[in-house]
Antibody, heavy 120, light 110 residues
Framework: QLQLQESGPGLVKPSETLSLTCIVSGGSISSTTYWWGWVRQPPGKGLEWIGCIFSSGRTYYSPSLKSRVTISVDTPENQFSLKVTSVTAADTAVYYC????????????WGQGVLVTVSS | QSVLTQPPSVSAAPGQKVTISCSGSSSNIGNKYVSWYQQLPGTAPKLLIYGNNKRPSGIPDRFSGSKSGTSAALGITGLQTGDEADYYCGTWDDSLTTAVFGGGTKLTVL
């Protein structure tokens, strides 16, 4: 049974870089079954897909965030990370890490989520 | 503005049935599998349906999924107060090369 856990600062200043890590347990991040993804949810709003990465390093990003987002994998630590540069208040959201089963198009394992607030 | 279109809200009485629609296009629903998620207040989304109509282990058969052309639907029968939640459809979009979600539908069990 996979478990995902997000970690990172809950407060980031405008124009700075948001950095989050998702620790994977109960399975290997080198698995070829899953893509590893990030989803965010602004307060009171719906889910927004940010992007995902395969164990090979191949990435797919949402067009609306592509210029500011980087997702990477740390295989020895069995974790993957998200960086969002030049943040504004619009980036305030609960950030979830999740698996993504490409081909069948679903996410069956989710982290509990971490609220990141962008404010000075 | 979401790529997939869902009604903002639906409501029904306990014990009744409700259907939540999800409309897309040929670049997403029309050629891809659809999944559905339930999000209870303050919690992470939970997978309800994958592969258009398959239920993960532990999901009761009160929940069902269907797809026709560029639209999909989630059906919930025997409504319970515990079903009050936000429901999201999701899939992959070949034109955007990213996963996409609907805007979400808030279910109220009156």
């Amino acid at each position: 049974q996979l478990q995902l856990q997000e970690s990172g600062p809950g407060l980031v200043k405008p124009s700075e870089t948001l950095s989050l890590t998702c620790i994977v347990s109960g399975g290997s991040i080198s698995s070829t079954t899953y893509w590893w993804g990030w989803v965010r949810q602004p307060p009171g709003k719906g889910l927004e897909w940010i992007g995902c990465i395969f164990s090979s390093g191949r990435t797919y990003y949402s067009p609306s965030l592509k210029s500011r987002v980087t997702i990477s994998v740390d295989t020895p630590e069995n974790q993957f990370s998200l960086k969002v540069t030049s943040v504004t208040a619009a980036d305030t959201a609960v950030y979830y890490c999740a698996t993504y089963y490409g081909g069948y198009e679903y996410s069956d394992y989710w982290g509990q989520g971490v609220l990141v607030t962008v404010s000075s | 503005q979401s790529v997939l279109t869902q009604p903002p809200s639906v409501s029904a009485a306990p014990g009744q049935k409700v259907t939540i629609s999800c409309s897309g296009s040929s670049s997403n629903i029309g050629n891809k599998y659809v999944s559905w998620y339930q999000q209870l207040p303050g919690t992470a989304p939970k997978l309800l349906i994958y592969g258009n109509n398959k239920r993960p282990s532990g999901i009761p058969d009160r929940f069902s999924g269907s797809k026709s052309g560029t639209s999909a639907a989630l059906g919930i029968t025997g409504l319970q107060t515990g079903d009050e939640a936000d429901y999201y459809c999701g899939t992959w979009d070949d034109s955007l090369t990213t996963a996409v979600f609907g805007g979400g539908t808030k279910l109220t069990v009156l």
